[in-house]
């Protein structure tokens, strides 16, 4: 049996080498809005707990979906590679993709700052995506690692929108390489896990915070194949079934935010994956505040 963990939106928090000149335009509010609203939602001390319960499980892989950061600044990525120092995983068993926070302003990236900090959790074990991340970040993506049974393909939802929303988009450059690789021989006969930030299905409403092109990634999945789309974006636990190829569906599991400190429905968890004998069951494992730890509140075969 192969163990998938899936953590998402951490949010970590950091203002190591933060000059005033950083804080500027969407920056600006977002910043606003951390002192005010965010830290009060999102607390360290529970990413440290689940850090804690992370390494009592072991799972033989870790997939992080995005929003490690707030504001898309080194500080904040510095503190999420501490964090992932400390589970003692070595990079080839943690793969990482952005959120639409770590693409918060257009220069971040430009410079692709994201991927050259992150790299190591991005190499590629099949080719189909660009290597070079100057120039156009998303043109690495999609990658795809395989790992015992799994195939984990990157995707990349997350734009500099230039505005105050929240919403994603895969692009058409892109699309069509994951159509490919999801297609290749070496993939295809995998577990194949599609990682992506934004839900490819709408639960919540509001196109400024949605993925727009989901109807096209949908499409693609249809025609191409997948066992498994994992998400973040929406800060709880969501699901449902796309339609793939030969009448099969194709399971899309959202998990709640790694630090939110809300109701016990929302609050601080992440997500195991036993893969095995043809089957796969969630295992869902959150913050219990009445006895300040982690147990396991959810386990339901998917597939």
């Given at each position: 049996?192969?163990r998938l963990?899936?953590?998402?939106d951490?949010?970590?928090?950091?203002?190591d080498?933060?000059?005033?000149?950083?804080?500027?335009g969407?920056?600006?509010?977002?910043?606003i809005?951390?002192?005010?609203n965010?830290?009060?939602?999102h607390?360290?001390?529970?990413l440290?707990a689940?850090?804690e319960d992370?390494?009592?499980?072991?799972p033989?892989?870790l997939a992080?979906t995005?929003?490690?950061?707030?504001?898309s600044?080194?500080?904040?990525w510095r503190a999420?590679?501490?964090?992932l120092?400390?589970?003692?995983?070595?990079?080839s068993t943690?793969?990482?993709i952005?959120g639409?926070?770590?693409?918060?302003v257009?220069?971040?990236v430009r410079?692709?700052a994201?991927?050259?900090?992150?790299?190591?959790?991005?190499?590629?074990?099949v080719d189909g995506a660009?290597?070079?991340?100057?120039?156009?970040a998303?043109?690495?993506?999609?990658?795809?690692?395989l790992?015992?049974?799994?195939?984990?393909?990157?995707?990349?939802?997350?734009?500099?929108t230039g505005?105050?929303g929240?919403?994603?988009e895969v692009?058409?450059?892109?699309?069509?390489r994951?159509?490919s690789?999801?297609?290749?021989?070496?993939v295809?006969?995998?577990?194949r896990?599609v990682?992506?930030?934004?839900?490819?299905?709408?639960?919540?409403g509001g196109?400024h915070?949605?993925?727009?092109?989901?109807?096209?990634?949908?499409?693609?999945?249809?025609?191409?194949?997948?066992?498994l789309?994992?998400?973040?974006h929406?800060?709880?636990?969501e699901?449902?079934?796309?339609?793939?190829?030969?009448?099969?569906?194709?399971a899309v599991?959202?998990?709640?935010?790694a630090?939110?400190?809300?109701?016990?429905?929302r609050?601080s968890?992440?997500n195991?994956?036993e893969?095995g004998d043809g089957?796969?069951?969630?295992v869902?494992?959150?913050?219990?505040?009445?006895?300040?730890?982690?147990?396991?509140?959810r386990?339901?075969?998917?597939?």
């Open positions: 049996m192969f963990a899936h953590v998402t951490p949010h970590f928090r950091g203002f080498g933060l000059t005033l000149g950083a804080l500027a969407k920056r600006a509010i977002g910043f809005n951390l002192a005010v965010r830290r009060r939602h607390k360290t001390e529970l440290a689940l850090g992370l390494r009592a499980e072991a033989d892989h992080l995005g929003d490690l950061s707030n504001l600044l080194e500080g904040e999420a590679l501490r964090w120092e400390q589970q003692g995983a070595a990079p943690v793969t990482v952005p639409n926070h770590d693409a918060y257009a220069e971040v410079a692709g994201f991927e050259k900090l992150f790299g190591q959790f991005q190499t590629a074990d660009a290597a070079a991340v100057d120039g156009d998303r043109a690495r993506y999609p990658f795809v690692r790992r015992g049974p799994l195939a984990l393909i990157g995707v990349n939802s997350c734009v500099a505005d105050l929240a919403w994603g692009g058409a450059a892109q699309l069509q994951l159509e690789v999801l297609a290749r021989v070496e295809a006969r995998c577990v896990v990682l992506v930030h934004h839900p490819p299905v709408l639960h919540k196109e915070r949605n993925l727009r092109d989901r109807a096209a990634l949908t499409a693609v999945l249809a025609r191409a194949g997948a066992d789309v994992l998400h973040g929406d800060h709880r636990d699901s449902a079934v796309l339609d793939g190829p030969w009448g099969r569906g194709i599991i959202g998990a709640g935010s630090s939110y400190a809300g109701a016990p429905e609050r968890r992440y195991i994956y893969i089957a796969i069951t969630l869902t494992r959150a913050h219990v505040e009445a006895k300040d730890r982690f147990e396991e509140v386990r339901a075969k998917i597939a």
